[in-house]
């Protein structure tokens, strides 16, 4: 499942926080099935820290944790009911405490940056406003579903068919919490803005689910007849279409830059498939040439220039996706600006057409403080003027 992903995605895709929890989603899952054996509580805060690791990538995870979670307290229906409440008080005890260890860490770096205020904003107050402006397209959500269903055609049709067989001979508890990693992972999946990458956080209980698939096709093709053999590679050969196109698409870029062999190589290959690299490297050069930057860098575009750059970026405020601003978020940003004002600045025109229509006091701002000192593509390049360090 992991090769398909991977074999399919565009750059867009990669690097992505969804393409990342199924690590620690995974861990919680295996951990809190393994407390019901010997060391209990050890696993129990095994458990605890991945899910907290899983929610210090994305906290909207939190139903997906917990419900991954309740796996643990499923030996507890046995018990008698006296020992039940105390035995579910102190699953949930350790698994809490587990959980604490990696947030309670982020909430301690960020108090010492005194950028908790921030970091509240920006998980709660932020992403409502987003949604109401930038709004969620049915086309949106449709074209994602179809694109991922034909790149992932085979392994979820082995999916369907190894929870079908699963679901036969039983369920155990770790099948029981990769069916609620999917279920309650929808509705998650859902009130979230249907990018095409989302997708991906239903890779691990997908991947296991089409191993217990293959498993299963397995005992039963040997007793097959030669045409129902046939008729199944037919399917197959169907299904592996659309994922067989986009791979040989990627093939072929990487076939007609040299294999990435070299570095020139796999840079060509970078700035033909995602252009912005240009951009980036363009204004990396740059920085280069200015020199230090002590009151570090901002971009209002592409994050990739923060990427190529390695510098510190000096504004809290994630540059990227302006469109989806609130008022108030472009008045914070104005104020963030004006205080930090960084050394070099960076504005797509995008982001400058969206501020001409909707934030020009933060646009005036930015040339009030900075001169243009270059450009590359649809990046202007800035520095602070001398009068506004």
Not at 300 to 310: Q, S, T, V, W
Request: include cysteine; hydrophobic fraction near 50%; charged fraction near 15%.
């Amino acid at each position: 499942m992991i090769g398909t992903y991977y074999a399919t995605v565009g750059p867009v895709q990669l690097g992505q926080v969804e393409s990342l929890i199924g690590i620690p989603l995974y861990l919680t899952l295996w951990c809190a099935t393994r407390a019901s054996g010997a060391h209990p509580r050890r696993w129990l805060l095994a458990a605890g820290i991945a899910g907290g690791a899983a929610l210090v990538f994305k906290l909207v995870l939190a139903p997906v944790v917990v419900a991954i979670w309740l796996v643990a307290v499923i030996p507890v229906r046995h018990e008698e009911r006296r020992g039940r409440a105390r035995r579910i008080l102190t699953t949930g005890t350790w698994l809490v405490v587990g959980a604490a260890i990696p947030m309670g860490a982020v909430v301690a770096y960020l108090a010492a940056h005194g950028q908790l205020e921030t970091a509240r904003w920006t998980f709660f107050d932020v992403p409502r406003s987003a949604t109401a402006i930038a709004g969620r397209p049915l086309e949106r959500l449709l074209e994602g579903s179809a694109k991922t269903a034909a790149r992932w055609a085979i392994p979820l049709a082995l999916a369907i068919f190894g929870v079908t067989v699963r679901a036969r001979r039983g369920w155990d508890r770790f099948d029981v919490g990769l069916a609620a990693w999917v279920v309650i992972g929808i509705p998650v999946f859902l009130v979230q803005h249907w990018w095409i990458y989302q997708y991906s956080m239903f890779l691990v209980p997908i991947g296991v689910f089409a191993a217990y698939g293959i498993e299963a096709l397995a005992d039963l093709v040997v007793r097959w007849t030669r045409p129902r053999r046939l008729a199944l590679a037919g399917v197959a050969v169907v299904l592996a279409v659309p994922m067989g196109a986009r791979v040989a698409s990627n093939a072929l870029d990487l076939a007609t830059h040299g294999l990435g062999v070299r570095a020139s190589d796999r840079a060509a290959l970078r700035a033909d498939i995602e252009p912005n690299y240009v951009e980036a490297e363009a204004w990396a050069a740059h920085l280069e040439r200015m020199g230090e930057t002590p009151g570090g860098v901002y971009v209002l575009g592409n994050p990739l220039n923060l990427y190529r750059a390695n510098r510190p970026q000096s504004v809290a405020i994630n540059g990227w996706s302006p469109e989806q601003y609130s008022a108030e978020v472009w008045q914070r940003l104005g104020r963030q600006i004006d205080a930090a004002r960084p050394t070099e600045l960076v504005v797509d025109d995008f982001s400058a057409a969206i501020m001409r229509a909707r934030a020009p006091a933060v646009l005036a701002l930015i040339h009030r403080l900075y001169r243009t000192v270059g450009s590359s593509g649809q990046d202007t390049w800035y520095r602070v003027r001398s009068s506004a360090r």
